[in-house]
């Protein structure tokens, strides 16, 4: 009996063993699945801040556009004003 009742602890010990190591398994499965959705997740955050990027760089450019075009029209109005002026000036004599 003596032979059997330490083989009974023992074999508990050895049960508690593999089921914390099953256990530690489990999270460890958990824990790397979650890296998995971490890694996807910086993936998707990559990927719109480069979406972001190239929505900020075309209204870089159109605003760059936009006002290339103002410019040119403000020249085209001085011009016409001075023109207008110049005719007052000639009709005014």
Same mark, same amino acid.
């Not at 009974?8 to 398994?25: A, N, S, Y």
């Not at 990927?47 to 006002?67: M, S, V, W």
């Not at 110049?86 to 004599?93: E, K, M, Q, T, Y």
């Given at each position: 009996? $003596?032979?059997? $009742?330490?083989?009974?602890?023992? $074999?508990?010990? &050895? =049960?508690?063993? *593999?089921? @914390? $190591? +099953?256990?530690?398994?489990?999270?460890?499965?958990? +824990?790397?699945?979650?890296?998995?959705?971490?890694?996807?997740?910086?993936?998707?955050?990559?990927? @719109? @801040?480069? +979406?972001?990027? *190239?929505?900020?760089?075309?209204?870089?450019? @159109?605003?760059?556009?936009?006002? &290339?075009?103002?410019?040119?029209? +403000? =020249? =085209?109005?001085?011009?016409?004003?001075? &023109?207008?002026?110049?005719?007052?000036?000639?009709?005014?004599?």
């Amino acid at each position: 009996m $003596g032979s059997s $009742g330490e083989q009974h602890p023992t $074999g508990k010990i &050895q =049960r508690d063993i *593999f089921d @914390r $190591g +099953e256990e530690l398994l489990a999270q460890l499965v958990k +824990e790397s699945q979650s890296l998995g959705n971490i890694g996807s997740v910086d993936a998707e955050l990559a990927t @719109r @801040r480069n +979406e972001l990027l *190239f929505k900020l760089n075309d209204q870089i450019e @159109r605003t760059k556009e936009a006002l &290339q075009q103002i410019q040119q029209i +403000e =020249r =085209r109005l001085k011009k016409n004003l001075n &023109q207008l002026e110049s005719l007052r000036h000639i009709l005014g004599d």
